[in-house]
């Protein structure tokens, strides 16, 4: 991959990470509840998604989603019934007490397994990055290098893109003093789970 094409590569990388989707609104519900070092959880949960999503790409097996309704369909819906739990989840939480440290309840495990269910299962990114990597690469070349500069740029991007979301929300939370202005933020993150969920439930497969 030449410099000036990596540099191409890098602004969209930057572009489609700073988008709001369903990983940034986890990062900063993450962050809202347990703060920025235990944020880093569900972002290395995230980017372990993303992985898989790129490797998908990269063997094959996007073009075999894209092109099969029912394994895009079974996916999507599972991305779906995903956003609702977090979302219902989010709605019924607790508040914090700010006095102390944010209040740890989840397993780091837990917190990066539920990051990495939010990518994988996204089957619309899996189509978009067939639509978009193939731009990127340069046909007469090696493509494992490419792929492999194309997984550490998208990583390194989205990990600095999230870990601002993240702590931009870890410092919310100290300005909600009351219960009442975190219950009301914690609905609207659960608010936004559903905005998402309602998104993709829209999302169709588009036939080649």
Do not use: C
Not at 51 to 62: R, S
Not at 107 to 120: D, E, P, S, Y
Not at 137 to 163: K, N, R, S
């Amino acid at each position: 991959m030449s410099w000036s094409v990596w540099l191409a590569f890098l602004g969209a990388s930057v572009v489609i990470s700073l988008s709001p989707g369903a990983g940034a609104i986890a990062s900063m519900s993450t962050g809202l509840r347990y703060g920025l070092r235990r944020g880093y959880w569900n972002i290395l949960g995230l980017q372990i998604g993303l992985l898989v999503q790129i490797g998908i790409v990269a063997v094959g097996l996007g073009a075999v989603l894209a092109n099969s309704a029912l394994a895009f369909t079974a996916i999507k819906w599972f991305g779906v019934a995903y956003l609702v739990y977090l979302g219902v989840r989010q709605w019924r939480a607790g508040p914090t007490d700010v006095a102390d440290a944010p209040v740890v309840a989840d397993r780091g495990t837990t917190m990066l397994v539920r990051g990495f269910l939010v990518n994988a299962s996204n089957p619309k990114a899996v189509v978009f990055m067939v639509a978009v990597l193939p731009q990127f690469l340069e046909p007469a070349q090696p493509l494992v290098p490419q792929y492999l500069v194309i997984a550490g740029t998208m990583v390194a991007v989205d990990m600095l893109v999230m870990t601002g979301y993240t702590s931009l929300a870890s410092r919310v939370l100290r300005l909600m003093r009351s219960h009442r202005q975190q219950k009301m933020m914690n609905r609207s993150f659960a608010g936004m789970f559903f905005a998402a969920a309602t998104f993709l439930a829209t999302v169709r497969r588009v036939t080649p």
